[in-house]
């Protein structure tokens, strides 16, 4: 049975969940889980859990992100990105220090309100759900980290937008004519914590700035240990005969744990849940092996004493 973590350079227009469904088929497996939601419109890094694997999303929640975006200057929508209902435009005309003044005051800790087209839940309800009902509800700031938020590229600032504005395409150039633009696109590296709403982000610095702004495209390049130049295309995982060699190991998200491997009479124990003792090892968490070299759980030792945190062996 397949077990491992698959990287997926997701496609736009589909959901997380579609590309588990999708690879449910494939592999012939119902224990399929994903890493972290990506929006639809975003493309870029989503961990795909597979087989017992499955068993270490929870480990992988904490993860920081790193993502390409746009922000698109001078448009406000209901949905914080151009997939939404334009609720305001308003001419752009800001200059670099401007701009590089305002990402300066949003990276750090921030709070940071949810938006309401997002899958939190408010009294049992997905906030998204009461958005299309057209309601508003109270929502609590959450406190994120933004460990970087840069401009990419020597000419940060800004290609007036000549399309309608209701696309992710890069901006072409016009000659600078000295007047403000209506919409500007400016393109972003951000990495950030967990629970970061990047298109919120888009939204507040377009709100600081003073000309509004949303998301007009992401691309997630980094989740975690993971990165872009890992990933698959579902195009290339549906057409490998093998699909299986593209799973890495389940260990591969603990590697920044040290390995301890165990004598037959200790994985004997470990596999039927007991504690082993008498280990001479360092307090702390360790990805534990079997004298054969396979990956049994996630242990910890305290006082030399093995307990497993999460097994991964197959029963």
Known sequence: MPNGILIIDKPAGWTSQDVVSKLRGVFHEKRVGHGGTLDPMATGVLPIFIGRATRAVPFFEHADKVYEAVLRLGLVTDTQDITGRTLEERPVDITPEQLEAVLASFRGEIRQIPP????????????????????????????????????????????????????????????????????????????????????????DVGAALGCGGCMAALR????????????????????????????????????????????????????????????????????????????????????????????????
């Open 116 to 203: 309401m087209y997002s899958a939190i839940k408010v009294n049992g309800q997905k906030l998204y759900q009461l958005a299309r009902k057209g309601r508003e509800v109270e929502r609590e700031a959450r406190t994120v980290t933004i460990y970087e938020l840069t401009p990419v590229g020597s000419d940060p600032l800004i290609a007036p937008v000549i399309s309608d504005g209701n696309d992710a395409a890069a901006p072409q150039r016009q000659e600078a004519s000295g007047d403000a633009s209506l919409r500007a696109d400016v393109r972003l590296r951000v990495h950030c914590s967990k629970g970061t709403y990047v298109r919120t982000l888009c939204h």
């Open 220 to 315: 997630r390049t980094r989740a975690g240990r993971y990165s872009i130049e890992q990933a698959h295309t579902l195009d290339e995982i549906l057409a490998a005969p093998e699909p299986e060699r593209l799973l890495l190991p389940v260990d591969s998200l603990f590697s920044d744990r040290p390995a301890l491997t165990v004598n037959a009479a200790a994985e004997r124990k470990l596999r039927n849940g007991a504690v082993v003792g008498t280990l001479n090892a360092l307090d702390g968490e360790y990805r534990v092996y079997g004298p054969r070299g396979d990956f049994l759980l996630l242990g910890e030792i305290q006082t030399g004493e093995l307990r497993t945190v999460r097994s991964f062996f197959e029963l």
